[in-house]
């Protein structure tokens, strides 16, 4: 058996029709972990925050607007990767990322900066399915 590989595991050329499956696959797997896991940590950020009491619109003003929203965009990116629209999860990461994602990862302590981190995941999931549909046309 010199030389000959498992199907499993030899390495598929990349323009192939099973490698672009396998890209999409895992551009909607982790567009949809993304939007999931922002979604839970902007609920924790709100409703179960362990570093202070939970937000109110008096103590909190913006905030208490702005999570909620970041984490609707969660749920939509989690949509968005499930039907597969990369221009979508594109789109989202840019709104949510740039003002308060980018913020979020740099400054909030530990597990709040995952947030930022999580819209990370919706650009990566889009350059997948993106590179995923131009491999099959």
């Given at each position: 058996m010199t030389g000959i590989m498992p199907v499993w595991i030899a390495p598929r050329p990349l323009g192939s029709r099973q490698a672009s499956i396998s890209r999409r696959r895992i551009g909607v797997w982790v567009g949809a972990a993304s939007g999931v896991v922002c979604a839970v940590l902007c609920a924790?950020?709100?409703?179960?925050?362990?570093?202070?009491?939970?937000?109110t619109f008096q103590r909190a003003g913006v905030w208490a607007l702005i999570v909620p929203g970041l984490g609707?965009?969660?749920?939509?990116?989690?949509?968005?990767?499930?039907?597969?629209?990369?221009?979508?999860?594109?789109?989202?990461?840019?709104?949510?990322?740039?003002?308060?994602?980018?913020y979020l990862l740099l400054t909030l302590p530990r597990i709040f900066g995952w947030i930022g981190a999580s819209h990370l995941g919706y650009l990566v999931a889009s350059l997948l399915l993106r590179v995923s549909e131009a491999d099959e046309a």
């Open positions: 924790m950020f709100v409703f179960a925050n362990p570093y202070s009491p939970p937000l609707a965009g969660g749920l939509l990116s989690a949509v968005a990767a499930i039907r597969r629209r990369p221009r979508a999860l594109l789109m989202l990461f840019f709104i949510s990322f740039l003002p308060f994602g980018l």
